[in-house]
C-alpha cells in the first residue's frame, strides 16, 4: 500500500460517492464518477484492484464500514447478493440515515429481501440492474434501471445519470431484477435464433459473415413489430390482420423439415412449433402471432 492509500476515509464529505466492490463492473463506475470529479472513496475486499483509481485520488478505505461513512451514497457492485447481504448487514448501524445503492445481479426476491432488511434499519435502498458492460458505463449506451426508494433515485439522479441512462420502473424493489432477466431472457433467444440460422445456411457452404446483413435486417423488421405487439398485448385484442398464427405455424414446419434435411438441431424451431401448435389447440389459429402471449402466461 503506497502512501496516498493511507488516505483513508473517515468523514462524510459533500457530494462524494462510495465504491463497495471493484470488479469489473464496479471499477467501471467508480472511474467514471471519478472522471467526472466526484469525490470517491473505494473498498474491496482484495486489495489489488482499484490501485490506479487511488493514483487518481480516489480514496481507499481501510474497511467496508469506514468506506460507507465517509459518504452519504454507497453502491455496491459484487459478484452474487450473498456476497451483499454478508458485507452490508454487519454495517446496519453505519448505513442508518444514508442510501444503498445495489447494481450486483439477482433474483427479484433477493431484492426484496434486502429491500426489507434496508427499510428496517432506516437505509434508503435501491436497486439497479445493469444492462450494458463495463466499456459501455458512462457513455450514451449504458443503461441502468432502478426500482426501490423513489426519492432516493431522485436525491442521486445526478450521479446516476453519469454512470448510465437512469430509468426508474417503480417502488417494487424487485423490478429492476425482473426487468434485467427479461431483458437478457430475449437476447439469448435472439442469439441462438442467429446460431440456428447461421448453422442452416453454413450447411449449404454459406458462411457467417455474408449473412450477417441479411439477419440482421430480420432483426431490425421484427424490432419494428414490438410496439404494436405491445399494444395489443395491453388491450387483449390480436388482429390477424397481416398474418395469422396458422400461417406462422404452417411455415415453422418448414424450418423443422429444412434443420431436419441439412443436419441441422431441430430443438428450436420444434420448440417454436409445439407453442403455435397449443394456441391453434385453443382455437387461436386465425389470431395474429402476439395472441400467443397466452401460452407464456400459462404454457401447460
Ligand atoms: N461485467 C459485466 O459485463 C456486467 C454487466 C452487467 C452486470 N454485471 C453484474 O455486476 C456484478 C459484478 O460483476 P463483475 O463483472 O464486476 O464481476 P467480477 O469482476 O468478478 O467482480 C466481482 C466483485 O465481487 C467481489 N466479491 C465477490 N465475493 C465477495 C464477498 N464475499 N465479499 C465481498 N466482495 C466480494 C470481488 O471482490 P474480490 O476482488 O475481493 O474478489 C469483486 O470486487 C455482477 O452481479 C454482474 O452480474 C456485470
Redesign the pocket.
Known sequence: MTSSEHDHAGSDQAGSVTF?????????LADTLLAAGRPTTVW???T??GADLIGRAARRAGS?GEAITASSLAIV????????R??VQPLAAELRGRTLIN????SSSEARGISDWAAGHEIAYLDG??????DGIGTDEAAIVYSGDKDAFDQHNPVLRRLATPTFLGNAPGLAALH?VAVLGMMWHILNAFLHAAALLQSAGVSATPLTPVLEGGIATTTGWLADYAEQIDAGVFPGDDSTIATHLAAMTHLIDESGAHGVSTDLPLQMKAIADRAVAEGLGQSGHAAMISQFRSPE
Open positions: 463497495l466492490g471493484l470488479g469489473l463492473m464496479g471499477h467501471a474491496n475486499r482484495s489489488d484492484k467496508a457492485c459484487t459478484a452474487h447478493n450473498n456476497a451483499v454478508e458485507l447494481l450486483t445481479s439477482g440492474a445493469v444492462l450494458a458492460v463495463p434485467d
